[in-house]
């Protein structure tokens, strides 16, 4: 295994690990109302 190739699969698990991470912080129900609130906050007008 080459130096290029062991770059590339650390690159690929630590690209997985940060998806997975927002995967869960997105989809974790103590954040639902946090995203609810942002939903339309472009159409707020204030």
């Not at 062991?6 to 940060?18: E, N, Q, R, S, Y």
């Not at 639902?32 to 339309?40: A, G, I, M, V, Y």
Request: hydrophobic share 50%.
């Amino acid at each position: 295994m080459t130096l290029v190739d062991k770059i590339g699969a650390i690159t690929a698990i630590v690209v997985f690990a940060l998806l997975a991470g927002a995967y869960f912080y997105a989809f974790r129900p103590k954040n639902k109302q946090k995203f609810e609130d942002l939903r339309n906050f472009v159409n707020k007008e204030e």
